[in-house]
Nanobody
Framework: QVQLVESGGGWVQPGGSLRLSCVTS????????IGWFRQAPGKEREGVSC????????YYTDSVKGRFIASKDNAKNTVYLQMNSLKPEDTAVYYC????????????????????WGQGTQVTVSS
């Protein structure tokens, strides 16, 4: 049974950092695309980053490039999102999700491509 459980969210001041974790079970991290998404109140869910299946190439949406780093630890079945230089506009509920390996790169940030989702963790950036 596939399970995804996020943790690590919280409140942080602008410029601060948080590291989100997503503990997974029921599948092999190397054979799935692992995405991080976020959803702010009143807004659509948007893709933040993705670790591609196989080689593990990472992709980021433009607004977080240079600030966020996605990684995975296969031995722990855990995916991470290190978030640095946080801004108020990063405030959202963050989700990890998995998609089949065959999803093309151009669709990696489409929520509809992802079959399983975690419950989400709230990140609030404010002074």
């Amino acid at each position: 049974q596939v399970q995804l459980v996020e943790s690590g969210g919280g409140w942080v001041q602008p410029g601060g950092s948080l590291r989100l974790s997503c503990v997974t079970s029921g599948f092999n991290l190397d054979y799935r695309n692992i995405g991080w998404f976020r959803q702010a109140p009143g807004k659509e869910r948007e893709g933040v980053s993705c670790i591609r299946s196989g080689l593990g190439t990472t992709y980021y949406t433009d607004s977080v490039k240079g600030r966020f780093i996605a990684s995975k630890d296969n031995a722990k079945n855990t995916v991470y999102l290190q978030m640095n230089s946080l801004k108020p506009e990063d405030t959202a509920v963050y989700y990890c999700a998995i998609a089949p390996a065959g999803v093309p790169v151009a669709r990696l940030f489409f929520p509809s491509e992802y079959w399983h989702w975690g419950q989400g963790t709230q990140v609030t950036v404010s002074s």
